[in-house]
C-alpha cells in the first residue's frame, strides 16, 4: 500500500508523478478515500420522476439503484442481497415498491428494509426479520435542483459544503429552462477507454488541447469553439475550490452578444424556446441567459457539464474508465431540446466527432505515461500568470492549466486528509 | 399496463383483465410465471384502496404466501 | 434530374451491393464509399432500437450532411482517433430481401468485424437493415441501420465506417 508520505512527494505545485495514473495500489486508496468517502454524483430525479421508479446507477464500481420510495424520499442502495450478496436489480430501470432477490426470494422495500424471505421457520419464524439485514444504503443523499448525490462516508461536509461555487453552474444551467428545472429523459451513451479516470477530469476543463485534438471537425465545420479556447480568448480557466473548475467562456458568449450564440444556433430556429424565456424571465434577463449561455463545468470527481452534454465519469480499474452521456433537456424546451440531442449525438460517444479523438489521447496518454522517463507531468502552463479573481478563486487565461493543479491539490486533502 | 393488459417488471408478470362471466365484472390477475390465477370483485379492490400501507408490505413477504412452511395452505390463490 | 426506379431488387443484385460497401469501407475508399449514399440517407447506430433516434441517445445517427461531414473529418488526417487508420475486415452474411417500402427494398444482413488497432483488436458484430434505392439505373443506400448485439453496453470508441 502506497503511504500517504509516498503520496505527497508524488504531488508538486507544477509536476505529478505518472505513477499516480498507473499504480493499482494507489487506485484502490483512491476508491475508499475519494470515491467511497466524498459527494459522488448519482442521478437525476427526473430519472425516477414516478414514487417507486428506480434506475442503476453506480459510484465508481459500486453498483447502486437510485429509488424513489412512495413517499417520494430518494435513497441509493447498493444493488447487493443481504443474503448471500447476490445481485437484486437487474433491469436498468423500472417501477417496484421492493426488490425479489432472484437467487432465494429474499423480498426488499425500495428504501433498503428487508420485508422478508421464503420458508421463514427456517429462521424461527417472521420476527427474524429484526435481526437480518436489508439492503445497504448510501449514509447521505442530496440533490441539489434534481442532482442527486450520494456520500458513502456517515459524516463529512454537507452537499453544498462540498458543492460550494460549483452550485452556481448549476444554477445557471437550470436558469436555461423556462421552468428552471433540466430533465435527463434522453437516454445514454456510455463510452469505455483504456485510461485512469483522472485523464478525463483533467481534460474536462483543460482550454490547451481543443485546438489540437479537435482541429480536424473545427476546421471542416466552421465551429468558433477552437477560438475560444486560443491564446486571444477573453474566456477564463477558473477554480471554483473543492477540485471542482470551469472554462467559463461567458466573456466570449457576451462579445457575441447574439441569444443562443453560445449554442451556434440562430434564435430564428428556436423561437418557440426563445419566447418561452423571455416569458418567463422577462425581455432583458431572458436575453441575458440566453446570451451568457451554458456552463462547462467539473464538478469532482465525476459530474462534468459541457455547455450541451452531461457526463458521468465511472473508474473500473486503474487503467479502465466509462463515460456515460447524455444530451441535456430544459424543461419546457421542446424544440430546442430535439437540436440538443442531434448536436450531442454528433459530438459525443465511441462514434463522436469530439470524443472519439479525446478518448485516444486519453489511451495514448495511458500507454506514454507507463513508460519509464521522464517519470513526472507538467503542469506549470500559466502559473506565473495565475490572479485571484474578485471572489477570491484562482484564474487563469482559457488555455491554462489551473483547473488541473486545483484539482491536484484537492485531491491531496482528500488522500491524505491529516 | 400495456396493450395485452401485462403489468410487468424484472420481479414479476402479471397479465390483467376483465372478467364478465360472473353476474358483476370482476378483475381477473394472472400470474404467467405460475399460471396462477385470482379474481378481485368490487369490493375487494375498494378493499385494497382504502387498507393500511403496512398490509401490502405484509404481503410482499414471500413467507406470507407463497412460500410458506407452517403447514397452512400456502402455494396459490 | 434524377430517375427513380421502382420495383423489388432481386437477393443476389442486393447481396453484391452490400458485397461492395463493405470492401469499400475496409479499404477506406472514402469518396466511393460516400458516392454510395442517397441524397436523403440516414446512416444510424442506435442504443436502444425501440427508441425514437430524434429525442433519445445514439451511437450514431447522421443524415447526408453529418455523412458527409464524417468523410470530410476523416480526410483531413487530423482524426486522431484514425490516425493511423484502423485495419479491418467484415463478413456480410445471412442478406435477406425483406421486402418493399415506397420507392426503397428493405434489405437485412448481419456484419461481423475485425477492427485492428494499437489498444487491441475490437469485434463489432450487429444486425443490418439497408434500404437500398435505384437511381438513374445504380443502386443506392438511402438508409442503413446496425443494431450492435453489444449496443447498451459501454463501448470502445468506434471510429470507422461500420
Redesign the interface.
Known amino acids: 500500500m502506497t503511504t500517504t508520505t509516498d503520496l505527497r512527494s508524488r504531488v508538486e505545485p507544477d509536476r505529478v508523478h505518472g505513477s499516480l495514473y498507473t499504480d493499482p495500489a494507489i487506485y484502490a486508496q483512491e476508491l475508499e478515500r475519494i470515491w467511497y468517502t466524498t459527494w459522488v454524483y448519482v442521478g437525476h430525479t427526473s430519472e425516477i420522476p414516478q414514487p417507486n421508479d428506480y434506475v442503476r446507477k453506480n459510484i465508481g464500481p459500486q453498483q447502486v439503484v437510485l429509488t424513489r420510495d412512495?413517499t417520494g424520499a430518494i435513497h441509493v442502495l447498493h444493488n447487493r442481497c443481504s443474503h448471500r450478496g447476490n445481485l437484486v436489480?437487474?433491469?436498468?430501470r423500472?417501477?417496484?415498491?421492493?426488490?425479489?432477490c432472484p437467487y432465494h426470494?429474499?423480498?426488499f422495500?425500495n428504501t433498503g428494509e428487508l420485508?422478508?424471505?421464503?420458508?421463514?421457520?427456517?429462521y424461527g419464524g417472521?420476527q427474524a426479520?429484526e435481526r437480518l439485514a436489508g439492503l445497504g444504503a448510501a449514509p447521505r443523499v442530496e440533490s441539489y435542483r434534481g442532482f442527486v448525490f450520494a456520500s458513502l462516508a456517515a459524516e463529512g461536509p454537507t452537499l453544498r459544503e462540498h458543492l460550494g461555487a460549483a452550485a452556481e453552474r448549476i444554477d445557471q444551467l437550470c436558469r436555461l429552462s423556462p421552468e428552471g428545472e433540466v430533465e435527463l429523459t434522453?437516454?445514454?451513451?456510455?463510452?469505455?477507454?483504456?485510461a485512469n479516470w483522472k485523464m478525463l477530469v483533467e481534460n474536462e476543463t483543460d482550454g490547451y488541447h481543443p485546438q489540437f485534438?479537435h482541429?480536424?471537425?473545427f476546421?471542416?465545420?466552421g465551429s468558433g469553439i477552437g477560438a475560444l479556447y486560443s491564446d486571444k480568448s477573453t474566456a477564463v480557466t477558473r477554480a471554483l475550490g473543492g477540485g471542482h473548475s470551469e472554462n467559463d467562456l461567458s466573456p466570449e458568449f457576451r462579445k457575441l452578444g447574439v441569444p443562443m450564440g453560445w449554442a451556434g444556433t440562430p434564435e430564428a430556429r428556436i423561437p418557440d424556446y426563445a419566447a418561452a424565456m423571455r416569458a418567463a424571465y422577462g425581455k432583458e434577463t431572458g436575453d441575458e441567459i440566453m446570451i451568457n449561455g451554458s456552463p462547462h463545468v467539473m464538478i469532482f470527481p465525476n459530474l462534468f457539464i459541457a455547455e450541451i452534454q452531461l457526463f458521468v465519469i465511472q473508474p473500473l480499474a486503474v487503467d479502465r474508465t466509462?463515460q456515460h452521456?447524455?444530451?441535456i433537456q430544459f424543461a419546457g424546451a421542446p424544440d430546442l431540446?430535439?437540436r440538443l440531442?442531434?448536436q450531442?449525438?454528433?459530438s459525443v460517444?465511441?462514434?463522436g466527432?469530439l470524443l472519439?479523438?479525446d478518448?485516444?489521447?486519453y489511451?495514448r496518454n495511458q500507454?506514454g505515461v507507463a513508460q519509464r522517463q521522464p517519470e513526472w507531468l507538467d503542469l506549470s502552463r500559466g502559473l506565473q500568470r495565475e490572479r485571484t479573481d474578485e471572489r477570491g478563486f484562482t484564474v487563469g487565461t482559457a488555455t491554462d492549466e489551473t483547473s488541473m493543479r486545483a484539482m491536484w491539490a484537492h485531491y491531496l486533502t482528500l488522500m491524505d486528509p491529516a | 399496463m400495456d396493450d395485452d393488459g401485462l403489468v410487468a417488471?424484472?420481479?414479476?408478470t402479471v397479465r390483467v383483465s376483465l372478467d364478465t362471466q360472473g353476474n358483476s365484472p370482476r378483475l381477473r390477475l394472472e400470474d404467467l410465471r405460475s399460471g396462477a390465477v385470482r379474481f378481485l370483485d368490487a369490493l375487494e379492490l375498494e378493499s385494497i384502496v382504502w387498507a393500511p400501507?403496512g398490509f401490502?408490505?405484509e404481503l410482499?413477504?414471500?413467507?406470507?404466501h407463497?412460500?410458506?412452511?407452517?403447514g397452512s395452505a400456502g402455494g396459490g390463490p | 434530374m434524377t430517375a427513380v426506379e421502382e420495383g423489388t431488387i432481386a437477393l443476389a443484385e442486393a447481396a453484391a451491393f452490400l458485397y461492395r460497401e463493405a470492401r469499400l469501407a475496409d479499404a477506406w475508399e472514402l469518396e466511393a464509399w460516400e458516392a454510395l449514399w442517397t441524397d436523403d440517407a440516414t446512416y444510424h447506430?442506435p442504443?436502444?432500437d425501440a427508441?425514437d433516434?430524434?429525442?433519445?441517445?445514439?451511437?450514431?445517427?447522421?443524415n447526408r450532411n453529418?455523412i458527409a461531414?464524417?468523410i470530410?473529418?476523416l480526410q483531413?488526417?487530423?482524426?486522431?482517433?484514425q490516425?493511423p487508420l484502423s485495419r479491418l475486415c467484415r463478413s456480410v452474411t445471412n442478406v435477406e430481401v425483406l421486402g418493399q417500402e415506397g420507392t426503397d427494398t428493405v434489405v437485412t444482413s448481419v456484419v461481423q468485424v475485425l477492427e485492428s488497432r494499437?489498444?487491441g483488436s475490437t469485434w463489432w458484430v450487429g444486425r443490418v437493415t439497408h434500404r437500398l434505392r435505384r437511381v438513374d439505373g445504380e443502386l443506392r443506400m438511402a438508409g442503413k441501420k446496425v443494431v450492435l448485439v453489444d449496443s447498451?453496453?459501454?463501448?470502445?470508441?468506434?471510429?470507422f465506417l461500420?
Open positions: 412512495r436489480c437487474d433491469a436498468d423500472g417501477n417496484s415498491s421492493s426488490f425479489r426470494g429474499w423480498t422495500a420485508l422478508g424471505f421464503p420458508f421463514n421457520q427456517g417472521a426479520k434522453a437516454g445514454w451513451v456510455r463510452h469505455e477507454v483504456t485534438v482541429s480536424s471537425i476546421s471542416i465545420s466509462v452521456v447524455t444530451a431540446n430535439r440531442v442531434t450531442c449525438v454528433g460517444g465511441p462514434a466527432m472519439a479523438d478518448a485516444e489521447m489511451e500507454r | 417488471s424484472e420481479f414479476a400501507e401490502l408490505r410482499l413477504d414471500p413467507s406470507r407463497r412460500w410458506r412452511d407452517d | 447506430v442504443v436502444d427508441q433516434p430524434r429525442t433519445h441517445m445514439s451511437i450514431i445517427f447522421d453529418r461531414t464524417r470530410k473529418q483531413t488526417g487530423k482524426r486522431h482517433s490516425r494499437d489498444r447498451d453496453r459501454a463501448l470502445p470508441s468506434m471510429s461500420l
